[in-house]
């Protein structure tokens, strides 16, 4: 490990074990994600593997003597975990009992600390300002780190790189307080500043979800070929890039955002051509044909001036064989070096990197996954970013128009931390002939070829509703066209969330006027 070897506290970590083994449901609590990067100890990594495996199993006590049991089946990490005086030591940590929670919370800020120091420091950023592992015990700095948060240390660093500091506060509190605490001023706050994002593509969608928030994860699933990648390439690029309509022209946002693009299956040169597609309006099965008119030709070369005019707004970081500690490394790294806020990981999947971390622990794919998605949810939260990623589908899917997270492949716990979670598949005739009173009612213009089912919206009303769309597929572009409830019932309790933007001739853009 190349982390700094002296950004950790043994007592801090050995503390989160034992409240771990004696209550292994402090796993599944939402103010306290953990990972096992947070641990620095090899020995506490692996007894937090065997808990989160059998926590997740829904196993409520585990005693030392369930671990050493566990880990007598792997010679590697029992080797290790002797090599750390194995069941003595854990016995000791076991005994302090059931936690306090207000001491758990206070061990478990300071291993986040460092594990935010660790990530620091592994991009190339000094942080002897918050922590110095070479001064004296009782040295100032070392004392103020005491009284540090994780925001703290975070809002710092992004002020030193001439970042907004109020944006990336982070809102989440695990304290008690009386509901009467700041009642008003909650009015107030949400009247000047509601509690919306940048906005992605679909304005029904977007309602529904209150565009991309930060310190938010959000979860869309597809079958394969229904589009993933290019659904997220398109909320990517609507983003970062602005777009040329069909005359020609350059249709603009009042701003526009740093974005990191994660692949993991696509070479950049793939997303580089639906990037393209989508900015251009040109399809992309011309681009790569090389079938495209003179004309569209010219919105191609237009389309890639403005991809150039925004360098730097769109990063394509690709991670072909993922594992959490590299998904990890770069997002933070982008975080930081990039001034990234925007983040599409594409996709989650069981990757032989990723299996091979736990392998010697035979700890379950699902878990794995789960695990996965809890340090995607966790960056978001920690350095107050918004991060969109993506699953497959079973085969499950095909059977049921009631779309829900037990059609994820490979593991339903994945949807456990996110915020907003949906499904996007083709329609099929089936599905088209139950709302096709609403479209001939509606006289609408485009006809759906896909629809949205959201199941899970953390902090909305608007879920278990379904939102049909047209999407073309070799552009990226979508148009929403109405929601309805799981019975196909027209829901009417929306507005289409509309962004303000204008139309300049492309001759103007080009000259910067």
Known sequence: MSYNSGLYDTQSENFIIGSLLNAPNLIHEEAYVLTPTDFYN?????????????????????????IDSYLMRFPDQYQVYNEHSGISALIAIYELGR?????????????????????????????????????LFNSKVNEQFENLTVDDIISKVKEDLNTVEDRHISKKKATAQDASEGISSIIDLF????????????????????????GKFYLNSAASGHGKTRIMVGHASSLAFPKIDVDGNVVLKDKYHKVLFVATEQDPTEIQTLLLANISGINEGKILLGSFTKDE??????????????????????????????????????????EISFIFYDYIFSSPALLSEFRDLRIREDVVLMMLSNT????????????????????????????????????????????????S?????????????????????????????????????????KVFRYFDYGTCR????FMTDMYYNLKSNYEKLTQKQQTVLMEDFLHGN
Do not use: C
């Not at 994002?197 to 991309?212: K, P, Q, S, T």
């Open 99 to 135: 936690p306090d929670y207000k001491i758990y919370e206070s061990h478990y800020n300071r291993i986040k600390k460092f594990t935010i120091l660790r990530d620091l420091e592994e991009i190339g950023i000094n942080t002897k300002d918050f922590y110095d592992k070479d001064s």
């Open 42 to 66: 090899k020995r506490n990594q692996i007894i937090f593997s065997v808990i989160f495996n059998m926590a997740s199993q829904g196993v409520e006590t585990i005693t030392p003597q369930d």
């Open 376 to 423: 995607l949810k966790e960056v978001a939260v920690e350095h107050q970013v918004f991060i969109m990623s993506s699953t497959q589908l079973n085969s499950e899917w095909q059977k049921t128009t009631i779309r829900n997270a037990n059609l994820i492949r490979g593991s339903r716990a994945v949807v456990d931390k996110i915020d907003v979670g949906s499904i």
């Open 478 to 481: 979508v148009i929403d066209l």
């Open 297 to 338: 030709e010219v919105k191609l070369r237009q389309a890639a001036e403005i991809i150039e005019r925004y360098k730097g707004n769109f990063i394509i970081e690709w991670i072909p064989d993922p594992s959490i500690g590299i998904v990890r490394t770069k997002i933070v790294k982008h975080i930081y070096k990039e």
């Open 425 to 465: 598949v083709k329609i099929d005739g089936e599905e088209l002939d139950s709302v096709m009173t609403i479209i001939q009612e509606q006289q609408l213009k485009h006809q759906p070829n896909m629809v949205t089912d959201i199941y899970k919206n953390r902090r909305g009303e608007l879920t278990e509703v």
């Open 191 to 214: 009247k000047e500043t509601p509690e919306v994002g940048e906005f992605l593509d679909g304005e029904i969608y977007n309602f529904a979800v209150r565009g991309a928030r930060y």
